[in-house]
Structures are given as structure tokens and as C-alpha cells.
């Protein structure tokens, strides 16, 4: 009996010892999400090629520069609208990752336009503009919704030029931008002053780094999500360092999209412009960055939750059934996609205050 109790005693001694000798359970466990994690790098190394790239650099002037510093006032600028009630940030707000959180957004006079405002962060990216791709640039783009009846509903280009060329700030501002200028109070510079500034709101992530080596930035379901992403096939048309934003596809491949999202409203996309059958329901496929933050999804904002968005896009976009393991470790990629929006351009010049 003794001798037993010694045996086990003794069995006790090791394995406690041993635990003190570097077997600890945590430091085990460890281990076993870093190698997983490794596993994970090799696989999606072999998978990203160049269907993936980071951010291009934020543009290091920033405010500095003139052009830019101009776009960022008239971008908060509420007399872009023709009775002073919303700006360019009122429907694209930079403290929410340039969009209001609406399904539809309400113009100068209350009206709601017909389609989501995408978010502007990153948006000068894009191949074209609007969810029909009917502005080449974002330059183009900043000029249509003040002249849009439903949107900010400046009567004429003129009538805007003559507004602003009263505001006692303005004209300096317009003469430091563009000193090579008669006339540089103009409606097209106020459009390429716009662009330019939206130029500079890019917001790199976690995942760009990733890109660029440290595989320390995502996490293991961070990288289980972005190896789903790829091999199940979302990647065919969320790719480029946006994640989409350069192609149109149409919504609703193996289903009709609006059974799937509830929408009010059947939007027929691009051939409500081409008149093309081939286009009816094609819209540009958005950029998935910072989409954890930019709800509501889709043209129409008709679903505000990300999983239930990415439930449906799998559905209907690629006639799969989602386990509930695949959709949390997407969801999870998709996050890691959330930057830093710009600090000092969120909010509108304090010199707005004392503007006359």
C-alpha cells in the first residue's frame, strides 16, 4: 500500500514538475494558433497573386495644399445647397465613414433620393461613380448632386459661382488654389477642388499591412474569413486594392435580389440609363472597405446587418448556404478592413463660424 501511494506521489511530482519546466497549458494552446495561423499565411500567400493590393500611400500634403484645402470647405459647406441645408458631408459624413447610416438620403427640400449614398472614403479609387457608373470621376461626381432638383437643387452652375463669389472667404481661396486663373471662382473648379480633396480620404487598414508582410495584423479567423473570401468565390468580383469598385455584375444571379432583401422597390441598375437588356439589375459592385461601418447595404440600404448581407450575397450571388462558422470568420475579414478615417477633416472649418 505505501508503496503504491509512493508511485503516485512520485507520478504527481513529475507532472507537476513538468508543468513548471515549460508545459504550461496556455503556452501550449499558443502554440497551437500560431501554427495554425502560419498555415493559414502559406495558404493565402498562394492564393492572393495579384487579385489583391494595398492602399496606395495618403497624400502627405493633405490640407496643406490649396486645391485640397479649398475641396475640404466646400465640402462641408452647407450654401452648396440652394436653401443652406445640406452639404456634401450631410449624406457622406466623414465621422461615419462617409455615409449617414439612411437607406435613402433627404435632399435640400426633405425629398429622398432613389439609391444609397456609398460611402466617399476611398471612393476616387473607383473605376466610375454612382452605382450606374454615369460619372467617370469623383471630379465629375462632386459637380451633379448640387445641380440634382432632388439633392441640393442649386438652380445653375451660375447662380452657385455668384453665391459663393459674395462669401468674403471664398474668392481668396479660390485665387490660392488655382493662381493661373482669371476667373477662379468657376463651377468647374469647384468640382476639381471637390475631387481633389476627396482624393486624400483614403484609410488604410489592418489587412493592408497584412499585404505588405506582417502577418501579425489579421487574426486566425481574421485569415480563416480571408481564405472563405477567396475560395468560395466572393473575390471574383471584390478584388483590387478595394475590394471592388472597378466592374458591374448583376445583382441576382441565381435568384431574384429582391426577394432576398426585402426591397421596397425593384431598381432595374444600369439599364435604367443603357436601355440594354443584357444590363437590367447590373450595378457597379461596391468597395468592401470599411463596409463593417458603412450600413445600410446594397443600392436600396435594404438590409442594415452585415451578416445577414453577406448571407444573401452567397445566396444569391453564389448558390451557397453559408455555415454558421463560414459567415462569422468572413464577417470577421471583413472588419479587419475598418481604418482611420482622416481627423482633421471631419469636421467643418471653424472659420465657417465667422464667414459672411
Known amino acids: 500500500m505505501e508503496k503504491k501511494y509512493l508511485f503516485l506521489g512520485l507520478i504527481s511530482l513529475l507532472f507537476f514538475a513538468g508543468l513548471g519546466c515549460g508545459s504550461d497549458p496556455s503556452n501550449a494552446e499558443q502554440t497551437v494558433i500560431d501554427k495554425e495561423s502560419v498555415q493559414y499565411d ?31 470647405f466646400l465640402y462641408h459647406d452647407t450654401r452648396l445647397s440652394k436653401t443652406g441645408k445640406v452639404s456634401c458631408n450631410s449624406c457622406h459624413e466623414l465621422k461615419n465613414f462617409g455615409v449617414d447610416h ?6 435640400d427640400a426633405g425629398q429622398n433620393g432613389g439609391r444609397n449614398s456609398p460611402s466617399v472614403l476611398n471612393a476616387a479609387l473607383h473605376r466610375v461613380q454612382f452605382w450606374d457608373g454615369r ?24 447662380f452657385l459661382v455668384q453665391r459663393l463669389q459674395k462669401i468674403s472667404l471664398y474668392p481668396p481661396l479660390f485665387q490660392a488654389a488655382f493662381p493661373q486663373d482669371k476667373n477662379p471662382v468657376s463651377y468647374a473648379n469647384i468640382q476639381k477642388a471637390i475631387g481633389k ?16 508582410g506582417d502577418k501579425t495584423a489579421l487574426t486566425v479567423q481574421e485569415k480563416k474569413g480571408f481564405l472563405n473570401f477567396i475560395t468560395l468565390g ?7 486594392a478595394l475590394l ?32 440594354d437588356t443584357a444590363q437590367k439589375y447590373f450595378f457597379k459592385v ?27 450575397m452567397a445566396k444569391v450571388q453564389l ?33 465657417f463660424a465667422v464667414m459672411q
Open 42 to 72: 502559406l495558404a493565402l500567400q498562394e492564393r492572393i497573386g495579384e487579385q489583391f493590393e494595398a492602399l496606395p500611400a495618403v497624400p502627405a500634403q493633405g490640407l496643406e495644399d490649396p486645391e485640397v484645402k479649398l475641396g475640404y
Open 102 to 107: 439612411l437607406s435613402f438620403s433627404p435632399g
Open 135 to 158: 460619372a467617370k470621376d469623383v471630379e465629375e461626381q462632386a459637380g451633379m448632386p448640387i445641380l440634382n432638383p432632388i439633392e441640393m437643387a442649386i438652380p445653375s452652375k451660375e
Open 197 to 212: 480633396f476627396e482624393r486624400t480620404l483614403l484609410t488604410p487598414s489592418r489587412y493592408d499591412q497584412y499585404l505588405k
Open 234 to 240: 466572393c473575390a471574383t468580383c471584390h478584388a483590387g
Open 244 to 275: 471592388g469598385g472597378s466592374n458591374f455584375q448583376k445583382f441576382g444571379v441565381y435568384q431574384e435580389y429582391w426577394t432576398a432583401t426585402g426591397s421596397q422597390k425593384i431598381d432595374e441598375g444600369v439599364y435604367a440609363i443603357s436601355k
Open 286 to 312: 461596391p468597395s468592401l472597405r470599411n463596409v463593417g461601418e458603412t450600413y445600410p447595404y446594397f443600392h436600396d440600404g435594404s438590409v442594415k446587418d452585415l451578416d445577414k448581407a453577406v448571407e444573401i
Open 319 to 351: 448558390n451557397i448556404t453559408l455555415s454558421k462558422s463560414e459567415k462569422a470568420e468572413i464577417v470577421a475579414f471583413l472588419n479587419s478592413l475598418t481604418g482611420e478615417i482622416p481627423s482633421k477633416v471631419q469636421n467643418p472649418p471653424a472659420e
